[in-house]
């Protein structure tokens, strides 16, 4: 799935939505976290698990 990265605009209209008070100052930082959090779960995404079973599953016996 392509996607393109957030804004700066879109984040501090996020961050309004969400009531979080967002200076400014923070919002370059604050845009590049959330884009390399996004990078990180589009890579976990690609990955192809085939039948791999959930965490949930593991019986240590």
Known sequence: MATTDLAPADIARLAE???LPLPP???PAVT???NAI???L???DGLALGDTA???AFDAG
Do not use: K, Q
């Open 54 to 56: 959930p965490a949930s």
């Open 17 to 19: 939505r969400a009531g």
């Open 25 to 27: 100052d923070r919002l």
């Open 38 to 40: 996004h990078d990180v």
């Open 42 to 44: 589009r890579t976990l």
């Open 32 to 34: 590049a976290t959330v």
